[in-house]
């Protein structure tokens, strides 16, 4: 799937060019021919669709691309709105070259993928059950159950690292355990199924 970037900010390309320099992609500047895509990963910024993004997501959608889209300010409800409509994943236009790269893997398999700090405030929103998941974690070793429960309540790798005392390797390798054992994907399917 060819990566395509896309913004009306040269600086936002340039630092997306530097994460993806391993990557073949390529940027185009102007709306015609982002339209014209079929089957691409299509990486852009908020601000160059704003105006149009419903109906501009249905449209590339139905072209089988699977888009990102990265805002300099990222907020949950502009995350939900953003998926509603058709983006694959939402994050900070200038996060971290590793959070670009895990982006476009999770896109590339048809998962969505949001930026961590979202996805902690998104578990967060999610009702507590009454229901018991003891039996869920009778699966887990001390440490994974510690580490599971603390995904649950929405912290990120580097915050269960800090209250642990481990490194964030660590938590992701127990997360990684975690995710296989309980057979789900990612945080928000643990936090569905353990809250």
Known sequence: MQIVLYSDDVNLITHWEKALSKETFQSIDDLASLKNLQNCLIIMNYSSCQKEYKSLLQELREQQNHVLIL???????????????????????????????????????????????????????????????EELLQKLTAREKETALLLKEGLTYNEIAEQLEISSRTVKAHAQAIYKKLDVNDRIGLALLLK
Do not use: C
């Open 71 to 133: 805002d300099r300010v990222p907020e949950l409800q502009k995350a939900k709105q953003l998926i509603k409509y058709g983006s694959m994943g939402y994050g900070n236009a200038l996060m971290r070259p590793h959070f670009i790269l895990a982006a476009v893997a999770a896109l590339r398999e048809n998962m969505l993928w949001l930026y961590p700090e979202l996805t902690s405030q998104l578990i967060l929103e999610l009702p507590e059950s009454q229901n018991s998941n």
